[in-house]
């Protein structure tokens, strides 16, 4: 595994190296991320991963300074999960000028859910992302589904702009009580951490009630958030929407997805199940 700091490295040893998978990370990795990695080789013969915290998708207030950065194990994981490339920039690589030029997501996709809560955050994603595969040039990415709303946006930003590359979505992994893994998981106390497996759970629920025929979704959505709130969450939202693109199912609609988003202690945490 070779790791390059720079961006005229990486493209001068990707030169007549195949078919490319990519795997765009911001580090701190976990079996999820290694997963996608492992996944990645079905679909290429030659795999990159990137490591990078890309600052334009963080908020004022979220936790940009403080989020992992935990380098040599990173490289540890990418490097059994069998990644051949590792591209790790630091921000005077990826940003040599301040940003000026933004890909902007669609509002109607980018501005609910998570763009409600998070403002900006995938104007920050698409751009990165943009950049990312003008510099990698893959013909296929790997995103998780576990960010739902993050490979919808990429998936469709891919379409629109006809960007010759394959947007492979990987299945959420869990721990065995549930629990969706993610990077953030780290900040639980051991009572949230305790507690955590109940949005999978209450996901399950709401799953289960529009699988049995329930499409009063508003009334639905309410209760799951009610019992949430109830045992010290503090719920942002629980949405059944459509898979395509998020917006809000008619009665007859099939193809739906569950997601949340909430605060347990000073952690938010999201996690989806399709219906």
Same mark, same amino acid.
């Given at each position: 595994m070779k790791i390059h700091p720079t961006i005229a490295g990486l493209r001068a040893a990707l030169q007549g190296g195949g078919r490319i998978a990519f795997v765009p990370t911001m580090g701190n990795l976990h079996d999820g991320h290694a997963s996608l990695m492992r996944q990645a080789r079905a679909h290429g013969n030659c795999v990159v991963a990137s490591l990078f915290v890309n600052r334009l998708q963080f908020g004022p207030n979220e936790d940009f300074d403080r989020y992992p950065r935990t380098f040599e194990a990173d490289c540890a994981t990418m490097e059994q999960a069998g990644v051949d490339h590792v591209f790790a920039p630091d921000e005077g690589e990826l940003y040599p000028e301040p940003q000026r030029y933004f890909v902007l997501p669609d509002p109607a996709q980018a501005d609910i859910l998570e763009g409600e809560f998070r403002p900006g955050f995938f104007r920050g994603v698409a751009t990165v992302v943009a950049?990312?595969?003008n510099i990698v040039q893959p013909q296929v990415a790997l995103f998780g589904r576990k960010d739902y709303q993050q490979f919808m946006v990429v998936r469709n930003m891919v379409r629109e702009l006809a960007l010759p590359i394959d947007i492979v979505a990987g299945e959420t992994v869990r721990d065995r009580d549930g629990l969706a893994l993610s990077s953030r998981n780290a900040y639980l106390s051991a009572s949230d +951490?305790? $507690?955590? =497996? +109940?949005?999978?759970?209450?996901?399950? $629920?709401? +799953? @289960?009630?529009?699988?049995?025929?329930?499409?009063?979704?508003? #009334? %639905?959505e309410a209760g799951a958030m009610d019992t949430l709130n109830a045992h010290g969450?503090? #719920? @942002?939202? %629980?949405? %059944? +929407?459509?898979?395509?693109?998020? @917006?809000? =199912?008619?009665?007859?609609?099939?193809?739906?997805? %569950?997601?949340?988003?909430?605060?347990?202690?000073? #952690?938010?945490?999201?996690d989806n199940l399709e219906v």
């Open positions: 950049k990312l595969f +951490r305790a $507690e955590a =497996p +109940r949005l999978f759970r209450v996901l399950g $629920e709401v +799953r @289960q009630a529009v699988l049995s025929g329930r499409r009063d979704y508003a #009334t %639905v969450w503090r #719920t @942002q939202y %629980v949405a %059944v +929407r459509k898979k395509l693109d998020l @917006q809000l =199912p008619a009665a007859h609609d099939s193809g739906l997805v %569950v997601l949340a988003a909430g605060f347990l202690g000073n #952690t938010r945490l999201i």
